[in-house]
């Protein structure tokens, strides 16, 4: 075969792709015949594809590329740790300067108490440790009864058994099924489920489904509790402000275990360094991946507090992955977390482009097919609705308008994800006011353009 490059045409390298390639969560024989948009290059807050458009990111690849793309730093150091030290492990009593740095760099940064970090590979594993970690550490505290972990409904958590299972996604549970041992209790989305309650009112019914399912289940039974500060995948979907004091407030009175999957609200993505801050949350273990590396590297790790690092220390813990702390990934990491901090970037985002995307985001209301618009630091969503006042569905099946509207995104070179009939924003936090307006520009012209097409095809009902 003759090398693949960025100079073959896209046909060839699409029906290569059609070819070899399975696509994660895609329908593949139906892609291989439309093929795949094939991207080149990344600078910043664009990427190039193989016909030479300029594509503005707002999904900063898959909520990951935190600082943005073409960042030679990152290549530099992994060139240097490579050369020096391309791999070693940390089960038998090893260790290496990447590792120690990357985990006392991420202990500085986490909340109080929160000073140990187990490194995994991707947010998907580093869950699957929080469901061995939490039920181990009830185990050699002398309960070995307690292993049922609460989770939620259209949470997202990844997609190996573990995290999927953890996933309230009946998408992903309906491939390969789920493990044992975890329930779901109903997620805090107000415009798609609040009816007649204030937000207020629902947010706190929605948390005391937790009191009602650990006394359901008996807290003899009970691990712990896992939540995303804000449902990323599930549709940026933000929480009244009622929600997570009372989740607080309940996981305290019953003394379970509380897991922050903060693999998107992590490193800035809210405005702070973690969700958990944002929202006045108390973890016992935060899940990190994503933008701890920015992507560039793939990374992630469970951040575990002293109490629960103690038992758990206290005898092995039968646990670990060949790239635990890859000495390549974490010198990577590190690097972006020192870039994130000489550049003030969670300032940027909390005090910058927060506010100016806020005003913008909000302004999108005025299309009369947009509803809602949520937006934490710089995740955003929009609902789309053929009636706001009502906050009513479209008569089509769910996400039907929604692909509609990312198809209209992509054609205007702006990257903005669906989740069912809402449209989702996580652009990289470096991102300027100048290309914020693109971003919006964009978006508006979409928007309208779908809009447009529906009513012409009799679908806007
Ligand atoms: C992406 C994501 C994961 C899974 O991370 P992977 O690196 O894809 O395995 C877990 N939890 C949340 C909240 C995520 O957004």
Not at 166 to 177: D, P, Q, R
Not at 351 to 368: F, R
Not at 430 to 441: K, P, Y
């Amino acid at each position: 075969m003759n090398k693949i490059t960025n100079h073959m045409p896209t046909a060839e390298l699409q029906a290569l792709d059609a070819a070899h390639h399975m696509h994660p969560f895609t329908a593949n024989t139906a892609l291989g015949s439309k093929g795949a948009r094939i991207m080149t290059q990344g600078k910043g807050v664009w990427l190039t594809d193989s016909e030479g458009n300029k594509i503005i990111d707002g999904m900063a690849g898959l909520w990951c590329v935190n600082i943005g793309y073409g960042r030679t730093e990152l290549g530099d150091v992994a060139k240097r740790q490579m050369d020096e030290l391309a791999y070693y492990n940390t089960f038998f009593q090893t260790s290496h300067v990447p590792a120690i740095a990357l985990a006392a760099k991420i202990a500085e940064l986490a909340p109080e108490g929160m000073n140990h970090v187990f490194f995994a590979g991707s947010g998907s594993e580093a869950n699957d440790t929080n469901i061995r970690l939490v039920r181990r550490y009830w185990d050699a505290k002398g309960q070995p009864e307690k292993r049922i972990i609460i989770a939620r409904t259209n949470g997202y958590h990844g997609s190996t058994i573990g995290g999927g299972s953890l996933g309230g996604m009946s998408g992903i549970h309906a491939h390969g099924g789920k493990i044992a041992g975890v329930v779901h209790i109903g997620e805090p989305n107000y415009w798609a489920q609040g009816g007649d309650m204030t937000p207020e009112a629902f947010g706190l019914a929605r948390a005391q489904e937790l009191e009602a399912m650990i006394l359901n289940l008996g807290v003899e039974n009970v691990a712990a509790f896992i939540g995303e500060p804000v449902q990323g995948a599930g549709g940026v979907i933000v929480p009244p402000s009622s929600y997570w004091p009372e989740i607080q407030r309940i996981v305290d009175k019953y003394g379970i275990l509380l897991i922050a999957d903060e693999v998107i609200t992590g490193f800035g993505r809210t405005g702070n360094w973690f969700g958990s801050q944002s929202f006045g949350i108390k973890p016992h273990i935060m899940t990190i991946a994503k933008g701890l590396s920015s992507g560039y590297q793939p990374i992630g790790g469970s951040i575990v507090c002293d109490e629960v690092a103690a038992v758990i220390g206290s005898d092995e813990f039968n646990h670990g992955y060949t790239y635990s702390g890859h000495p390549v990934a974490a010198a990577v990491a590190l690097e972006n977390l020192r870039i994130m901090q000489e550049e003030n970037i969670v300032a940027h985002v909390r005090d910058v482009a927060h506010p100016y995307l806020a005003k913008k985001w909000a302004g999108l209301m005025e299309h009369p097919m947009v509803g809602d618009a949520q937006l934490v630091g710089l995740m955003g969503s929009i609902a789309l609705t053929p009636n706001k006042a009502a906050r009513a569905k479209f008569s089509s099946d769910v996400g039907t308008v929604g692909y509609r509207c990312r198809e209209r995104c992509f054609a205007n070179n702006l990257i903005m994800r669906h989740v069912g009939d809402r449209m989702i924003i996580s652009p990289p936090l470096v991102i300027t006011l100048e290309e914020i307006d693109v971003l919006i520009e964009r978006a508006w012209v979409s928007i309208d353009e779908c809009y447009v097409g529906l009513k012409g095809d009799g679908l806007f009902k």
